[in-house]
C-alpha cells in the first residue's frame, strides 16, 4: 500500500487528471511494442487531428513541444483487452500507485478519417460524462507513434464475461445491473449523448457496480423534437445489438432508442443467458430483428416480459424512453433504495456538468435553447434522519462486499459455462 491521502489531495489531483490511489503491484506483461522507444518524442498531433481534440476536450493532454524525451506516468502491465483500436493494458500510476486501465492506440490508425474521429469523440464524451456507472478518462498522453489513455480501471472484466460464468441470474439481481445502466444510459440522456454501442462487451464491472466504457461511437444528439436536423445519420455498432430502423436503411434515426434496442438486447442476455435475435447466419438475424421476433422463456416473469417488449419495440417512436424504462414497474419492483452520498456525489457531477455542456452543445452547433438538452432537474434527497442514512450506508456497503465475493466467483468458474456468442 502507498502513502495515505487526504480526501482533499485525492479530490484535488482527479481535478488535475492526476489519478490518485492505490495498487500493490502489477504483473509483468509489458512487451517492447507497447513502449515508446527510449529516444522517442513527444510531438504535436497532426494538424487535423488537434483540430478535432480542442484542448477545451483535453485540458490535461500531453504534448510537449519536439526534442522533448517521452516520459510515460505510467508503468504497463498485462494486456486487457484488444479492440479495434489495439490494446487495453493495466497501468499503475508511477506516483500514486493507482491501478488504471491503457488504451494504446497507434498514430497511424487515426491516418482513417472515421477511426480519427470515433477517437476524438471517445475523448471528448469520456472527459465531460462524469458518472459512477461511467469509466472515467483520467488522462491522455501524445507521444510520437502512439496515444495513451489511462482510464478508471474496471477488475471485474465486462458482463458478457459474467453473464457467461455464471448459472441463470434470478431477476432481483439482473434487476440490480440493469439498474446501474439505466442509471448511466439516462445520465448521458439527459445530457444529449448518445453512446450507440451499447452491448455486454462494452458494460464492464469495476468493485462490484456497472461501468459503461467505449463512447467511440457515442455522439450527441438532443431527443429529436420538430427538427428533423436532431436525428442522426450514421451507425455502425454490432448488428447483434442493432435496432431495427438501422437496418431499415431509412435515412435518419432517433439515436436514444436505438440506445434503448441495445439496453432490450441487453436485459433479455441478463435474464435469459442468450441473445434475443439469433440464428445460422447474419441475414436470418437481421430478418428476426426487423420483424422483432424473439421468443419468451417460460421461466420469465410477466414485469420483465411487459418491459422487453416495450424496449424491443420495432417502431422507435411507440418504444420506451430510458426515463420510461426507470418508472416501469420491474424496474420499480425492484430498485434499491437510494443512498443519501449517491444522490450527493450525483448532485456534484451535475453541477460540473452542466458548466462543460455548454463546450460540447456550443461545438456541435445544437443544444442552445433545447429544453430537451438542458441537464435535467437534480433530485434532493429525501428527508432522512441520521440513524436511516446509517443504516442505507452498511446495507450499501454489505452488497458491496457481496457482489464483489460474487465477482471473485464468478471469475474462478469462468469458462465452466457454454459461453453467448
Ligand atoms: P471495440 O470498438 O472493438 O469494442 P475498442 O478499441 O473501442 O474496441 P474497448 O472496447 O474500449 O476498445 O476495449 C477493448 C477491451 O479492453 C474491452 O472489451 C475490455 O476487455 C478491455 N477494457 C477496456 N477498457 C477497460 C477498462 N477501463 N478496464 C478494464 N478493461 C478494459
Ligand atoms: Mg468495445
Not at 420469465?300 to 417488449?309: C, G, I, K, M
Given at each position: 500500500m502507498?502513502?495515505?491521502?487526504s480526501?482533499?489531495?485525492?479530490?484535488?489531483?482527479?481535478?488535475?487528471?492526476?489519478?490518485?490511489?492505490?495498487?500493490?503491484?502489477?504483473?509483468?506483461?509489458?512487451?517492447?511494442?507497447?513502449?515508446p522507444?527510449p529516444?522517442?518524442?513527444?510531438v504535436?498531433?497532426?494538424?487535423?487531428?488537434?483540430?478535432?481534440?480542442?484542448?477545451?476536450?483535453?485540458?490535461?493532454?500531453?504534448?510537449?513541444?519536439?526534442?522533448e524525451?517521452?516520459d510515460?506516468?505510467?508503468?504497463?502491465?498485462?494486456?486487457?483487452?484488444?479492440?479495434?483500436?489495439?490494446k487495453?493494458?493495466l497501468?499503475?500510476?508511477?506516483q500514486?500507485?493507482?491501478?488504471?486501465?491503457?488504451k494504446?492506440?497507434?498514430?497511424?490508425?487515426?491516418?482513417?478519417?472515421?477511426?480519427?474521429?470515433?477517437?476524438?469523440?471517445?475523448?471528448?464524451?469520456?472527459?465531460?460524462?462524469?458518472?459512477?456507472?461511467?469509466?472515467?478518462?483520467?488522462?491522455?498522453?501524445?507521444?510520437?507513434?502512439?496515444?495513451?489513455?489511462?482510464m478508471?480501471?474496471?477488475?471485474?472484466?465486462?458482463l458478457?464475461?459474467?453473464?457467461?460464468?455464471?448459472?441463470?441470474?434470478?431477476?432481483p439481481?439482473?434487476?440490480?445491473?440493469?439498474?446501474?445502466?439505466i442509471?448511466?444510459?439516462?445520465?448521458?440522456?439527459?445530457?444529449?449523448?448518445?453512446?450507440r454501442?451499447?452491448?455486454?462487451?462494452?458494460?464492464?464491472?469495476?468493485?462490484?457496480?456497472?461501468?459503461i466504457?467505449?463512447?467511440?461511437?457515442a455522439?450527441?444528439?438532443?431527443?429529436?423534437?420538430?427538427?428533423?436536423?436532431?436525428?442522426?445519420?450514421?451507425?455502425c455498432?454490432?448488428?447483434?445489438?442493432?435496432?431495427?430502423?438501422?437496418?431499415?436503411?431509412?435515412a435518419?434515426?432517433?439515436?436514444?432508442?436505438?440506445?434503448?434496442?441495445?439496453?432490450?438486447?441487453?436485459?433479455?442476455?441478463?435474464?435469459?443467458?442468450?441473445?434475443?435475435?439469433?440464428?445460422?447466419?447474419?441475414?436470418?438475424i437481421?430478418?428476426?430483428?426487423?420483424?422483432?421476433?424473439?421468443t419468451?422463456?417460460?421461466?420469465?416473469?410477466?414485469?420483465?416480459?411487459d418491459?422487453?417488449?416495450?424496449?424491443?419495440?420495432?417502431?422507435?417512436?411507440?418504444?420506451?424512453?430510458?426515463?420510461?424504462?426507470?418508472?416501469?414497474?420491474?424496474?420499480?419492483?425492484?430498485?434499491?433504495?437510494?443512498?443519501?452520498?449517491?444522490?450527493?456525489?450525483?448532485?456534484?457531477?451535475?453541477?460540473?456538468l452542466?458548466?462543460e455542456?455548454?463546450?460540447?452543445?456550443?461545438?456541435?452547433?445544437?443544444?442552445?435553447?433545447?429544453?430537451?438538452?438542458?441537464?435535467?432537474?437534480?433530485?434532493?434527497?429525501?428527508?432522512?434522519?441520521?440513524?436511516?442514512?446509517?443504516?442505507?450506508?452498511?446495507t450499501?456497503?454489505?452488497?458491496?462486499?457481496?457482489?464483489?465475493?460474487?465477482?471473485?466467483?464468478?471469475?474462478?468458474?469462468?469458462k465452466?459455462?457454454?459461453?453467448?456468442?
Amino acid at each position: 500500500m502507498g502513502s495515505a491521502q487526504s480526501q482533499e489531495e485525492v479530490e484535488s489531483a482527479h481535478r488535475q487528471g492526476v489519478i490518485t490511489a492505490v495498487a500493490e503491484d502489477i504483473p509483468e506483461g509489458n512487451d517492447d511494442d507497447d513502449l515508446p522507444a527510449p529516444e522517442a518524442q513527444i510531438v504535436p498531433l497532426a494538424a487535423n487531428l488537434t483540430a478535432n481534440l480542442k484542448p477545451d476536450y483535453v485540458d490535461n493532454a500531453r504534448q510537449a513541444t519536439p526534442g522533448e524525451p517521452i516520459d510515460l506516468p505510467f508503468k504497463l502491465g498485462r494486456t486487457l483487452g484488444t479492440g479495434a483500436f489495439g490494446k487495453v493494458k493495466l497501468g499503475v500510476h508511477n506516483q500514486t500507485k493507482e491501478r488504471v486501465a491503457v488504451k494504446i492506440v497507434p498514430r497511424e490508425k487515426l491516418l482513417d478519417k472515421r477511426l480519427q474521429a470515433n477517437m476524438a469523440r471517445e475523448i471528448k464524451m469520456m472527459k465531460l460524462l462524469r458518472n459512477e456507472h461511467i469509466v472515467r478518462l483520467y488522462d491522455v498522453v501524445v507521444a510520437r507513434t502512439k496515444i495513451y489513455l489511462a482510464m478508471e480501471y474496471a477488475d471485474g472484466g465486462d458482463l458478457l464475461s459474467f453473464v457467461n460464468a455464471r448459472k441463470q441470474m434470478a431477476e432481483p439481481e439482473a434487476a440490480a445491473i440493469f439498474a446501474q445502466v439505466i442509471d448511466g444510459v439516462g445520465f448521458c440522456h439527459k445530457l444529449g449523448v448518445c453512446h450507440r454501442d451499447l452491448k455486454l462487451e462494452n458494460l464492464l464491472l469495476c468493485k462490484g457496480k456497472v461501468k459503461i466504457a467505449d463512447f467511440g461511437l457515442a455522439n450527441y444528439a438532443p431527443p429529436p423534437t420538430t427538427a428533423a436536423g436532431s436525428f442522426m445519420e450514421t451507425h455502425c455498432g454490432s448488428p447483434l445489438y442493432a435496432a431495427p430502423e438501422l437496418l431499415r436503411n431509412t435515412a435518419a434515426y432517433d439515436a436514444t432508442k436505438v440506445d434503448v434496442w441495445s439496453l432490450g438486447v441487453v436485459l433479455y442476455a441478463l435474464v435469459t443467458k442468450k441473445l434475443p435475435f439469433e440464428g445460422d447466419g447474419l441475414p436470418t438475424i437481421l430478418k428476426k430483428i426487423v420483424a422483432g421476433e424473439f421468443t419468451v422463456p417460460p421461466h420469465l416473469s410477466a414485469q420483465v416480459v411487459d418491459l422487453l417488449r416495450k424496449m424491443l419495440n420495432v417502431d422507435p417512436v411507440v418504444r420506451l424512453s430510458v426515463e420510461e424504462i426507470e418508472a416501469h414497474e420491474w424496474v420499480r419492483m425492484h430498485a434499491a433504495p437510494k443512498r443519501a452520498d449517491d444522490a450527493i456525489e450525483r448532485t456534484l457531477s451535475m453541477e460540473q456538468l452542466e458548466n462543460e455542456m455548454g463546450v460540447l452543445q456550443a461545438a456541435s452547433g445544437a443544444g442552445r435553447g433545447n429544453p430537451a438538452a438542458e441537464p435535467a432537474e437534480r433530485k434532493r434527497p429525501t428527508t432522512m434522519t441520521a440513524a436511516d442514512i446509517q443504516k442505507e450506508i452498511a446495507t450499501a456497503r454489505s452488497e458491496a462486499a457481496r457482489a464483489k465475493e460474487e465477482v471473485a466467483r464468478a471469475e474462478a468458474a469462468a469458462k465452466a459455462q457454454q459461453p453467448l456468442s
